[in-house]
């Protein structure tokens, strides 16, 4: 069992940067992929970056691809998103989640077991 706890959200301006964290329980981190989603008001939610198990693999969405930058501190049991250059489009609740799978680049929402409740970010123009 994997428990998943976002932090770092908020309001800020088009062109500004937030970092979102997610703390992770356990002992075998470093075994799970980990994924970064979002969800905005009245749409599905959506793949935005995820990373390998030993941090070595990264995928991007193309929407946030030079924008945003995820990484990992296992040692932390940490996942990070780094989201630079923000947009108003950007505005939604973003979620980590992980999955068992941590060796390969998943991007299907359904191959992730753990979620996290998500953290909200805004984006004002």
């Known amino acids: 069992q994997v428990q998943l706890v976002e932090s770092g959200g908020g309001l800020v301006q088009a062109g500004g940067s937030l970092r979102l964290s997610c703390a992770a329980s356990g002992r075998t981190f470093s075994s799970y992929g980990m994924g970064w989603f979002r969800q905005a008001p009245g749409k599905e939610r959506e793949f935005v970056a995820c990373i390998s198990g030993s941090g070595g693999r990264t995928y991007y969405a193309e929407y946030v691809k030079g924008r945003f930058t995820i990484s990992r501190d296992n040692a932390e049991n940490t996942v990070y998103l780094q989201m630079n250059s923000l947009k108003p489009e950007d505005t939604a609740v973003y979620s980590c989640?992980?999955?068992?799978?941590?060796?390969?680049?998943?991007?299907?929402?359904?191959?992730?077991?753990?979620w996290g409740q998500g953290t909200q970010v805004t984006v004002s123009s």
């Open positions: 989640a992980a999955t068992r799978y941590g060796r390969t680049i998943l991007i299907v929402q359904k191959e992730y077991e753990y």
